[in-house]
């Protein structure tokens, strides 16, 4: 009786050994960028089996622990490329920030909603398949197109690429949007109606409509090429950077929220800041003729803005130093 217990105990283990080793079959297939992995188990606590040479075969077990890890943060790894990310489909926050990556490929990551990618080297960003993303930042690549067909994105952020366009009309709840630093020479915004945050900077923009984004709070299109800005509409502005364009006239009549102005290096020969009571910092100066001249700036205040004007300015609330070539109109 001993005897055959201890047989079917013996063929009970062999039976799991055989189990066991069937997992890793020539079939097997497997996550073979080590440093990938390597990046993977430095900044998670997934509990995976790895083959003798390091690599990752993607058994039952292996498969339901990948799948299980939401969140990946490997930034500053110096990863080449992200291959083995494509079976980690139940990932939904991913920062792959500050790597050397020239192409990432994320269609088989659907539930993605947040993707940091900032600071690698990629040219193209296919997000098809990623239609609940609502956070992307892909700053500092070398990106020369952006499509965002189908995205829900809140935020975006793609400031220093190469975009000459950028297509934003199926983002209808944008909120965020930081573009600068690219190549665009235009920028419709017209879908964007919740739009509060607003950076196109340093493009090749000749005109801005804004008259569809009334909820903006926060707006720099400085470094553009701008020849006028029509704020009329947007009454909730407490932040506005146009400097370093080619305005001959700015009103702010509307924007009674105004708290910060940065207008200088433009064409302006008057400004009436009489209706901007909360105005705390203002940057004016450096106003020039079209033939590039030096040019005055005379400003309209209220009785009680002049009268806290040069407290203003020994507060450095005012930043005398670029306010040269001002004069407060009698």
Not at 205 to 234: F, M
């Amino acid at each position: 009786m001993k005897k055959q217990i201890g047989i079917c105990a013996l063929i009970a283990v062999l039976v799991l050994m055989a189990v066991g080793c069937a997992s890793f079959t020539e079939e097997t297939e497997y996550i073979t960028n080590t440093a990938f992995i390597t990046a993977v188990e430095e900044e998670t606590d997934i509990d995976w089996t790895k083959a003798e040479d390091g690599t990752v075969p993607l058994t039952r077990e292996n498969l339901k622990a990948i799948r299980a890890v939401t969140e990946l943060d490997i930034n500053h790894k110096k990863l080449t490329d992200l291959s083995g990310i494509e079976w980690f489909t139940g990932l939904e926050v991913l920062n792959c920030s500050d790597n050397r990556l020239t192409e990432l490929d994320l269609s088989q990551n659907s539930n993605l909603w947040s993707l940091r990618c900032n600071s690698n080297q990629l040219r193209s960003l296919d997000l098809s398949q990623n239609t609940t993303l609502k956070d992307l930042e892909c700053n500092s690549n070398q990106l020369t197109e952006l499509d965002l067909p189908k995205n829900t994105l809140i935020v975006l952020e793609c400031y220093s690429n190469r975009l000459t366009e950028l297509d934003l009309s199926h983002n209808s709840v944008l909120d965020v949007l930081e573009c600068g630093h690219n190549q665009l020479t235009e920028l419709d915004l017209s879908r964007n109606r919740i739009l509060s945050w607003l950076e196109c900077n340093s493009n090749q923009l000749t005109e801005l409509d804004l008259s569809h984004n009334t909820a903006l709070v926060g707006l720099d299109c400085s470094s553009n090429r701008l020849i006028e800005l029509d704020l009329s509409h947007n009454t909730s502005l407490v932040a506005l950077d146009c400097n370093s364009n080619y305005l001959t006239k700015l009103d702010v009549s509307n924007n009674i929220a105004l708290a910060g102005l940065l207008c200088i290096n433009n064409q302006l020969s008057e400004l009436d800041l009489s209706h901007n009571t909360a105005l705390e910092e203002l940057y004016c100066g450096s106003q020039k003729t079209s033939g590039g001249e030096v040019q005055e700036l005379v400003l309209s205040l209220t009785v009680e803005q002049r009268e806290i004007w040069d407290s203003y300015w020994a507060s450095a609330r005012i930043d005398k130093a670029n306010n040269y070539d001002v004069r407060i109109k009698e």
